[in-house]
């Protein structure tokens, strides 16, 4: 992933990293996606991690924040 890119929420539940991921979004913050569970196995293990440009950090923090995505 380029440099301009970092991970503003990370969790282990893929519709969480979707949620935050869209709530970002509808406040014109484009966010991605990166799925790092190891699905084959019975009970997956791993993280989701939600990036968004370096410059939408702070907002993209306060957001979340503010909807208690800790």
Do not use: C
């Amino acid at each position: 992933m380029e440099h301009d890119w970092i991970t503003v929420f990370s969790t282990g539940n893929i519709y969480r990293a979707q949620f935050a991921k869209e709530l970002l979004s509808d406040q014109g913050i484009e966010a991605i996606i990166i799925n790092k569970t190891d699905s084959g196995l019975l009970h997956p293990s791993g993280y989701v991690e939600v990036f968004v440009r370096r410059e939408d950090l702070i907002k993209a923090m306060h957001l979340l924040k503010t909807a208690h995505f800790e």
